[in-house]
């Protein structure tokens, strides 16, 4: 009997390892075919693998592009997870809102709450009130401008209807309706003045023209009618100065009325078109007249007195200082200028890089202006008091701080054509400034 030779050790160790390495392969070909199959159909385990092992994920991709399919594949999983990640987000944002208002919901967190909504609450209705603020004086801007040329117009055309109904007659009684007239105008002026705190540029001038029309209507009338006297040497002397001194004539209280409206004329002060000086008007000739100011430049002015009313128009590098005006303050196209304005209504046009120190009882207005700085009136002279109880002023009262810009409209934000005047720029001692603005610019005193 044939015995079979045993195989070595060795031949055994090489078959066994490669029936483990068959086994093996089978195990990972098995293994790769189930995990391919499963990230080929789940997206959640391509979302696992996307964030636990990206590179085989990334396998997947490589390979599925080559067979033609890995591109849509990969764009769809970007899609889905992009949407799941945001659901989650607004998940854990309701979480996190829920687990803030169970942990907040103590007393303390309430009252915290509570104040948070009273003040927005406030916040809206304030908002609210400055709106309702804001279209109300737009109402009351209209419906004022409806009032004055309603009245304005009447005015005129009654200042008018007697200047047509003038006839020759009797030298007293004419002078007198003059004189009526001559008052008239004279109120009409005063109303107007009092109203440029609502009118416009445009208006003013129109109306000013106006006035002046009917002035000059008047004075052509009063020139037919009421013609000199012959033998006229003594008429050539000024009649105000011996008025000044004896009131009295041969015509009695007429001739009174007719040197009062010539006072009145004579103190309607007019300054225009001067350079490099400085004008000095006294309180004699201001008290309750309405000065008006035009085309200066390098100069210095005074108004001492109430005047009623102050206009200035075209100035430039100026320095204006006015005593207590009983009504308003008027002033357009002004540049590079400092004025000292005490007034109950104070209204700035078309001008910029101008210092006002103010008092002003009602509240300050500006209109296309910038570069505009105000600070409190600080002028004084030995009858202020005087001209402020005189011209109705609260030497107490001063809203220097309540400027509207009718150009910037925000009841949120400060304009940014007008600020504060910082306290190192204040003028203290107006005397010296006055004295350094006399030599930097030449001025002679007129």
Not at 40 to 59: A, C, I, Q, V, W
Not at 142 to 162: A, P, S
Not at 418 to 431: F, S
Request: proline share 2%; aromatic share 10%.
């Amino acid at each position: 009997m044939i015995r079979k030779s045993e195989k070595s050790p060795v031949w055994k160790i090489i078959k066994r390892g490669i029936g483990i390495g068959i086994a093996a392969e089978v195990a990972f070909l098995v293994g790769s075919y189930a995990v391919w199959h499963r990230m080929n159909t789940n997206s959640d385990f391509r979302k696992y693998m996307h964030e636990n092992y990206p590179y085989f994920l990334e396998g997947f991709y490589r390979v599925g592009e080559l067979l033609g399919k890995g591109a849509e594949i990969r764009q769809l999983d970007a899609t889905q997870w992009n949407n799941r990640s945001e659901v989650k987000k607004d998940w854990v944002r309701q979480v996190d809102c829920i687990f803030f208002l169970r942990c907040t919901m103590d007393e303390r967190g309430r009252e915290r709450i509570t104040e948070n909504l009273n003040r927005r609450n406030r916040e809206r209705e304030s908002n609210l009130a400055n709106l309702k603020e804001l279209r109300n004086q737009e109402a009351s801007e209209y419906e004022g401008l409806e009032y004055f040329d309603q009245v304005f117009g009447t005015k005129t055309r009654e200042i008018q209807k007697n200047l047509n109904n003038l006839q020759p007659g009797e030298r007293t009684q004419v002078t007198g309706t003059f004189n009526k007239i001559f008052g008239s105008i004279q109120e009409l002026q005063k109303y107007l003045s009092t109203s440029t705190i609502f009118l416009t540029e445009r208006k003013i001038k129109t109306c000013q023209g106006i006035i002046n029309d009917l002035q000059a209507q008047a004075e052509e009338k009063k020139t037919k009618l009421i013609p000199k006297k012959k033998f006229g040497f003594k008429s050539y002397t000024k009649p105000e100065v011996l008025i000044e001194k004896d009131g009295r004539g041969k015509n009695g209280a007429g001739k009174d009325d007719l040197d009062g409206l010539k006072k009145r004329q004579e103190f309607q002060w007019t300054v225009s078109g001067r350079r490099n000086q400085e004008i000095l008007l006294e309180s004699a000739v201001t008290n309750g007249q309405d000065v008006t100011l035009s085309d200066l430049e390098n100069c210095l002015v005074r108004i001492f007195g109430h005047p009623g009313s102050v206009q200035l128009s075209k100035m430039t590098n100026c320095v204006i200082l006015t005593g207590p005006v009983a009504r308003s303050v008027f002033a357009d196209d002004c540049t590079n200028c400092k004025f000292v304005f005490a007034c109950q209504q104070m209204r700035l046009h078309t001008s910029q890089s101008c210092d006002i120190y103010l008092h002003v009882t009602c509240r300050g207005i500006i209109e296309d202006c910038t570069g505009i700085r105000i600070a409190a009136y600080s002028w004084s002279y030995p009858e202020i008091h005087r001209d402020f109880l005189q011209a109705g002023l609260d030497i107490e009262r001063n809203n220097w701080q309540d400027i509207a810009d009718f150009n910037w409209l925000s009841p949120d934000r400060p304009s940014p054509n007008w600020k504060k005047m910082d306290e190192k720029g204040l003028i203290e001692h107006w005397d010296v400034f006055l004295e350094q603005f006399r030599k930097e610019n030449s001025i002679s005193h007129q």
